[in-house]
């Protein structure tokens, strides 16, 4: 059964706070296989990355138990100041004791539809199946943000990514943004244990209350449906403050 809960916080900070223990439990409790996550790009998540790699949490999560992967990025070398996989390196990977070989950037170098590629294979490699089985997830926490005009991963409005329900991984050439982007599909995200949004700021009310109003004209709305989902809000970008 799919369930679904909303918490709203006073502010960011709260809200990273809840998410950190929250992570943390799950992480803790998962005791047999590793503990897979996709994580989100953009800038809000940005204060629970530090927040991860500072005390208790940095001695506290399994690291060595824990697989890295993102749910998209900019194809752009991990140097560039605007990849997502670099912001994490900065932020979190380099700060704790995460093993190299559990990280899972996508490639930011070649061409982005070979990227898409290998990164699906990779995807693949690690579940051990070219298909999904059932009450098999590929993730067990699935970390989103959500855009103001209701993009989440780089999966944007009016795009022919929306579309995907075979591939895990695409390309999307968001019509604003300056980059080729790299992300799951709708499939993937599907395949997780839990979904879960962080989102802040009053810029975000609209399109959260789109979402949970099942807009069809916005791509998160797609992913009410989709595992144990759960809304993390600081107060100003909940619709009902
Ligand atoms: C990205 C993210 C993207 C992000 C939203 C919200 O690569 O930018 O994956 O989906 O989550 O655009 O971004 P902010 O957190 O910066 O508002």
């Known amino acids: 059964t799919r369930t679904g809960s909303v918490s709203v916080f006073a502010d960011r900070e ?3 706070r809840h998410l950190a223990d929250w992570l943390l439990q799950l992480a803790t409790e998962k005791t047999e296989g590793p503990f897979a996550i996709a994580l989100s790009g953009g800038s809000t998540p940005q204060s629970l990355y530090s927040l991860m790699a500072t005390e208790p949490y940095a001695s506290r999560f399994p690291w060595a138990r824990m697989q890295f992967f993102l749910g ?4 752009l070398p991990h140097d560039h100041e605007d990849s997502n996989f670099g912001m994490m390196q900065r932020l979190l990977f380099s700060r704790v004791p995460v093993p190299a070989e559990n990280l899972h ?3 930011g170098i070649g061409t982005a539809e070979d990227a898409a590629r ?3 294979t990779r995807l693949k490699q690690f579940y051990g199946a070219d298909t999904f089985e059932a009450d098999r997830p590929l993730f067990d926490v699935n970390l989103l943000g959500l855009g103001s005009d209701g993009h989440t991963a780089s999966l944007f409005p009016g795009q022919p990514v929306l579309k995907e329900q075979t591939a895990w991984v695409a390309t999307c050439v968001p019509p604003a943004a300056p980059y080729t982007r790299i992300t799951l599909t709708y499939p993937a995200i ?3 244990r839990h979904v879960v949004f962080l989102v802040e ?3 975000k009310k609209e399109a959260v209350a789109k979402v949970r109003a099942q807009d069809p004209s916005c791509p998160a709305s797609a992913i009410t449906a989709m595992g144990d989902l759960r809304w993390v809000l600081d107060r100003a970008a909940s619709p009902d403050a």
């Open 14 to 16: 709260e809200a990273t």
């Open 72 to 75: 998209d990025d900019r194809f």
């Open 105 to 107: 950037p996508m490639p």
């Open 118 to 120: 290998s990164y699906e």
């Open 190 to 192: 599907h395949a997780s």
């Open 201 to 203: 700021g009053a810029g």
